[in-house]
């Protein structure tokens, strides 16, 4: 079964994500605060997690920020009262598999979490733990990247993008298909999303000069690999 860490603090809203959450057949922990939340973490083992922005103690953001310092392989999705451009952007650099505006329809959390934990479940990582990129080793079991005496902590969509773009190396990926693989829609969120998550994976290969990731605008990119 699913385990889920669902953070809100409205009570009626909480209890109604948490049962029909349940009825889905997921697990759920229910943290009344972001405080609560990040305990409830550090003691415990969750598939994805679902945090509301707005939270006493500590805000979804803050919350988030720390659970991926502990564990940067769990998909997380935010909960937001606000529909700004800056909370989506914030929500993005940290990682979110995705973003809901609310008021919504508990059924659309239900069909977001499945659309998340199936793209998780279908690009899995090879049973060989490191592979080489150029200067770079890439440790997809541990989520992390290698250079020199460095390491670079991966999320898991940034572990998941990483691969897909290291099997389709040297081959130009078309944007659509790269949406539908690695994030399941073209929506603007998910186009925002793969280009936050492009751009930050130029800086983490930014220390060798044999790596590139370039782009066409509006068609699609290419992994650029010399081996």
Not at 79 to 94: P, R, S, V
Not at 105 to 112: C, F, K, Q
Not at 209 to 218: C, K, L, P, W
Request: with cysteine; net charge negative.
């Amino acid at each position: 079964m699913t385990n889920v860490l669902l953070a809100e603090d409205d009570f009626d809203f909480g209890s109604i994500l948490k049962q029909y959450l349940e009825i889905h057949e997921y697990q759920v922990t229910w943290a009344k605060d972001g405080k609560e939340a990040l305990e409830l973490f550090t003691k415990n083992n969750f598939d994805i997690c679902v945090f509301d922005v707005m939270m006493p103690k500590l805000d979804g953001f803050s919350l988030a920020e720390k659970v991926v310092d502990i564990d940067p392989g769990v998909p997380f999705v935010f909960l937001t009262a606000k529909k700004l451009k800056e909370d989506c952007i914030q929500g993005l650099k940290l990682g979110a598999d995705d973003y809901i505006v609310k008021p919504f329809e508990a059924d659309i959390l239900v069909l977001r979490l499945r659309n998340i934990l199936k793209r998780t479940q279908r690009i899995q990582p090879k049973k060989e733990e490191l592979h080489r990129i150029g200067e770079y080793e890439f440790d997809s079991i541990n989520h992390k990247l290698l250079f020199q005496e460095s390491e670079q902590r991966l999320t898991e969509k940034e572990t998941v993008l990483i691969q897909y773009l290291y099997e389709h190396k040297n081959t130009m990926v078309k944007r659509d298909d790269l949406l539908k693989d690695v994030w399941g829609n073209d929506d603007f969120f998910s186009g925002r999303s793969m280009d936050v998550f492009i751009s930050r994976l130029r800086k983490y290969f930014k220390q060798d000069s044999s790596i590139a990731i370039e782009s066409v605008r509006g068609v699609g990119l290419t992994f650029k690999v010399d081996q």
